[in-house]
């Protein structure tokens, strides 16, 4: 009885969306895009309309630029059945493109046009464009050094950390000797041992790579103690009553299972890793992104800090994204076990 | 070597082990204060024995395999595998716990591999890794993951995990405690056919007195905790057994009874 009344109501619901107006429907399919469309031909347009309050070398460039873009939204939005998967990606990211234009087009006016805000502190995006296509030699060796000092520091502080946990959570005896240096010196945060290592290491950059792997190696450390520490009991049973020897014991019980707790410590090293890096590239070394925005605050160059701001996010979350990538790949176990 | 491989694939009834538990107390503190829980008791199982553990809940079955599993030392007593001191766990005595306990980050396949990488024999006997999973029937399920699985599924491969190192004596604990009904009475079937076949030594801890009698030689019956062994009951009937073997319910009657039920049950 009850089946039949539903599928009733699923049979008169079919015909009724398919009378409804194709313009109601090619507007909700395609609004959104021909409003992207329409944001970033505003924001050319504001670009090209007024002069610039100052002396800006890009301006004419980025207006052409906006509506290339401008276009490329309108016929990616109109031709989406024919561009298959990147007329999708399109169309998900229709909406944050309507709101990009639409800040874009505020900002270059309350800047560039009529000085709203303060010019100094508040670049237009064309002076920011400026500094990408005029700076880009020192900006790209500031990457470079960056990344090297990171990854150098990230990768021994993880190794480290990790192997340290491992210890901890299996041997008595060196969680007796370690555990306290690390309730003791675990909690100060990296930074505060800035000056002392920069005295005491023959490098700056020895030093900033030690300051690094030490903000990642201590929560790398106590999630992955806690993580071998907290494997059941249950699992070294089995493994022992089929054979097992001490050494699989570890590497394939329980560091596959510690493994997810690996990860939240890895999350967290990164994140307080990169707040040294920037740190000791102010303080200590001279190079990097932290430099670079050292350097510009020097010379008052505001648009050289917003760019270089920019840059330093791209690539903090393209760490975070490349690590989450990682932990999907060795953790599809999880999937479906606990919600991500 | 092939030849070798070859003359024991034709022997192959791995024939079971004989199991002596001789006189084991055991004892586990808590909070300073003594819980006896196994009180000098003594089974000597024969080679290919399948021998079922009744007895009230928390009286010290699980504890008694444990102890024969070698996974703890017993307080008093010994215990022994053909002749030989049992001292820690070996793979020749495997355990199916009440839980699967799979590990969740390892496939079917791989879970059921276990012992043999543990072993360090698995890259020369993969085949043997197919093997048991098609004797549970769960071939087609090789990749999945244990969260993909039902219960009943999962309890399986633990049973084939456990069969893919032929043990010489199968320590079951409650393996079938969480199954319905149903599953429960094929995989009890299964259980007898794998038994009659490989010819291991069995034993099995139940809650389930009808369970015991349709699938062992010989029912052990334990009081109260600390366990004694109360009755030592010989099962003298053909496989397959049919439930309703008059029999079987008449022993039923007298297990229950030592169990503390009274005999309308
Ligand atoms: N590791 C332990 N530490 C302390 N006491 C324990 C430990 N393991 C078991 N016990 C105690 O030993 C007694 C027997 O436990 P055991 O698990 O052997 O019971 P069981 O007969 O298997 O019960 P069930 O049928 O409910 O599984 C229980 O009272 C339990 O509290
Ligand atoms: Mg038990």
Partial sequence: MSTYSLSDGLASGAPRTSRAPLLATWIRESGVGVLASIAWIAFGLSCLWWEDVGDWSRTHSLGIAAFIIAAIALFGTVGADYLGSAGQALHKRAPWLVALGAFLTVWE???????????????????????YTDDLPKLLDSVFASVKLQLGGYLIGATIGFLTGVSIGWSRAVGYWV?????FIGPLPATAWLPIAFFTFPSSWSASTFLIAL?????????????VASVSNAYYDVARTLGAKPSFLVLKVAIPAALPHVFVGLFMGLGSSFAVLVVAEMIGVKAGLGWYLQWAQGWAAYANMYAALIVMSLLCSGAITLLFSIRDRLLVWQKGTVKW | MVATALTKALTHPAAGAALDIEQISHAFDIDGAELPVLSDVSISVEPGEFVALLGPSGCGKSTLLRLVAGLDKPKAGRLREDEERIRRPHPSRVVVFQDPTLFPW??????????????????????????????VGLSSFRNAYPHQLSGGMAQRVALARALVNDPKILILDEPLGKLDSLTRITMQAELVSLWQRKGFTTLLVTHDAEEALVLANRVVVFSERPARVKADIRVDRPYPRHRGDPYLADLRRQILGLLGLDATW
């Fill in chain 1, 109 to 131: 006016v309350a800047t560039a046009k009529f000085a709203w805000l303060p010019l100094p502190f508040f670049p237009p995006p064309q002076s920011i464009i400026e500094v």
């Fill in chain 1, 179 to 183: 555990h306290p240096v690390l309730r």
């Fill in chain 1, 215 to 227: 903000a990642t190696g201590f929560p790398v450390t106590v999630l992955t103690w806690s993580g």
């Fill in chain 2, 106 to 135: 390892r496939s079917v396949w791989d879970n059921v591999a276990l012992g043999l990488e543990a072993q360090g024999i698995l890259r020369s006997q993969r085949q043997r890794v197919d093997d048991a999973l098609d004797l």
